[in-house]
């Protein structure tokens, strides 16, 4: 980690849709609108990591949820912890909805726009892998 860089706390929201399957919200960076990330960012004072995901998904994303598991994934360069987060509650308007698009994605467009960025943010592709690797375990024992 270089100096002054903060360990990021985020998540990757989810939903499941009938006939559809599990969908996964993707908000666009703020520097460029056309590339998919998901919600994070650095801890404040008085916070634990679980606030920092619940704060960050509620202003970036305007989702609210429950944490799930937190996500294995390697990369290079970057500090990150992110969790899998089932949403609950979306809501029509949120703190930065003027400086980011949200988007839900299937989890094949999901793969797709991370794919397109892998070579610039390998770590969104990591953290996707880690996510459908818990979200395909759920359904298969849900059956």
Same mark, same amino acid.
Request: proline fraction near 2%.
């Given at each position: 980690m270089s100096s002054g860089e903060q360990l990021k706390y985020g998540s990757v929201p989810y939903r499941?849709? =009938?006939?559809? +399957?599990?969908?996964?919200?993707?908000? *666009? *960076?703020?520097?460029? &609108? *056309? &590339?998919?990330?998901?919600p994070? +960012?650095?801890? =404040?004072?008085?916070e634990g990591p679980r606030e920092v995901v619940h704060r960050e998904t509620e202003e =970036?994303?305007?989702?609210?949820? *429950?944490?799930? =598991?937190r996500l294995h994934f390697e990369t290079v360069g970057k500090q990150q912890t992110m969790f899998l987060l089932q949403v609950h509650k979306h809501?029509?308007?949120?703190? /930065? /909805? +003027?400086? &980011?698009? &949200?988007?839900?994605m299937s989890v094949e467009e999901a793969f797709q726009v991370a794919n397109q960025m892998r070579r610039s943010r390998p770590e969104i592709h990591g953290v996707l892998v880690a996510a459908v690797d818990i979200l395909d375990k759920k359904l298969a024992t849900s059956k």
């Open positions: 499941w849709v =009938e006939n559809t +399957g599990f969908e996964v919200l993707m908000i *666009s *960076s703020r520097k460029d &609108r *056309s &590339r998919w990330i998901f994070k +960012g650095t801890i =404040e004072p008085d =970036e994303a305007g989702v609210t949820g *429950s944490i799930e =598991e809501v029509d308007h949120w703190i /930065e /909805e +003027g400086e &980011r698009t &949200r988007r839900w």
